[in-house]
């Protein structure tokens, strides 16, 4: 498809070679010396691309940016801004400007920033096709976002679990989302109308944890003043969720291995009085089981019990072609929220796709709503981003206080560093020219995870 063009400047000479020069490229232009004309002509029809001067003699080229940003209009924009006026450019790239370009520029120049500008328009034009395609897919998770394989995958498998009663172990880094898998299993279950009891195994102390899972009978221990039903007993019938499970003492898992291969249990102080419970068992951790047993800190036979179904949660930085439709979804949550209607641009998404996630899904979620709810703008770009994430050298970096590039571009030379060392320090330091106590402090100040 031909692209079309307007360009809105006032300069005469400047006006008519750059339409010139488009129109050479191939592409359909119109050019206007007027704010007036160009609402005009916008208000007519839609352009692929508009270029713009900030300064013009009527008016104003971010009135123009503003004007096609609230119609939501798929039109990128370059602003054309004069020596010296920058800050005439950063407001035009917080409220959505594609780009912007410095006068003098030269048309080489200016006809790069446009097919980079309509390259990616394609590009955007293209995913969301493939998105809606996907999205007509059956999913019967609502509530778990996703749409790479490697989350329909997932999907799959849940689905075939749902409809059995088999003990599952839920795997994967903090923030997959495997408490969300455990409900969603659940919910889709024939035990869905009864219990979903969750036990967070790492947030009960030793000393109390059996008389939680198991209940206690009065006088049982000082304290217990009033019998207590356990978490499995009030799971009866339905599910009881072991999260954390990779945080259970030894001596608990032994009792949990008899309460799995027996489905009976005694509530302490009971004595020999034997209760049966009708449970299913889901359990998740985000430790590397099978290196706790090979340690000896978790019991090879309750892995093997629970380990019948794994359920392995991809880390959200495998999955990146996940990122833009969790942004739209969370971002649609926090607007109704909050009663905004802010959304992310293109840069902004893809400066998220870039960045690692070591929080996964939880802080793609926490970025999506400190954004919403400290940007002040319509449109978040990726100046509106914290820091560590916008974390590029590119053209937007010209923007940012020296330290920030600074300390951005240390960072991640260190880690490129680590990670060719895999890991190790003393090499690292070798190859940075500093001391290992430096190479420490570094690690530490940075946050980065070795
Ligand atoms: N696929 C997804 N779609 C939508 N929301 C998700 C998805 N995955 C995770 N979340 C959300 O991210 C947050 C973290 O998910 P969840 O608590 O299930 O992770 P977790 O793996 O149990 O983390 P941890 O190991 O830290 O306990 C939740 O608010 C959850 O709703
Ligand atoms: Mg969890």
Known sequence: MKHSIIVVEDEKIVR???ADALTAEGYTVLAVPTCAEALAALGEGAF?????DVRLPDGNGIEILQRIMER????????????????????????????????????????????????HQDAAATNVRLRKELSSCYCP????????????????????????????????ESGTGKE?????????????????????CAALPDTLIEAE?????????????????????????????????????LLTQTKILRVIEERTLERLGGGANTLKVDVRVLAATNKE????????????DLFYRLNVIPVEMPPLRKRSEDIPLLVEKFAKRCNDRFGTTRSFDPQAIEALMRYSFPGNVRELQNIVERCIALTETEIIGRADLPAHIRGDMGRQSALLPLAEVVGEAERAHIEKIL???????????????????TLWEKINSHKLKV
Request: hydrophobic share 45%.
């Open 16 to 18: 008519i070679s750059l």
């Open 48 to 52: 692929s691309l508009v270029i713009t």
């Open 72 to 119: 939501g209009d798929n039109s990128s924009v370059i602003v054309m801004t004069a020596f010296g006026t920058i800050e005439d450019a950063v407001k035009a790239m917080r409220l959505g400007a594609y780009n912007y370009i410095t006068k003098p520029f030269s048309l080489e120049a200016m006809l790069l920033v446009v097919k980079r500008a309509l390259d």
């Open 141 to 172: 998770f609502p509530n778990m976002i996703g749409e790479s394989s490697a989350m329909h995958k997932v999907f799959s498998l849940l689905a075939r679990v749902a409809r059995t009663d088999s003990t599952v172990l839920i795997t994967g």
């Open 180 to 200: 969300l898998v455990a409900s969603s299993i659940h919910y889709q279950s024939d035990r869905k109308d009864k219990p979903l009891v969750r036990v967070n």
């Open 213 to 249: 899972l198991f209940g206690h009978e009065k006088g049982a221990f000082t304290g217990a003043e009033v019998r207590k039903l356990g978490r499995f007993e009030l799971a009866d019938g339905g599910t009881i969720f072991l999260d954390e499970i990779g945080d259970l003492p």
């Open 289 to 300: 089981l099978a290196e706790e047993v090979r340690q000896g800190r978790f019991r090879e």
């Open 419 to 437: 990670r060719i060392t895999s890991g190790n320090r003393s090499k690292a330091a070798d190859l940075l020219g500093i001391s290992r106590k």
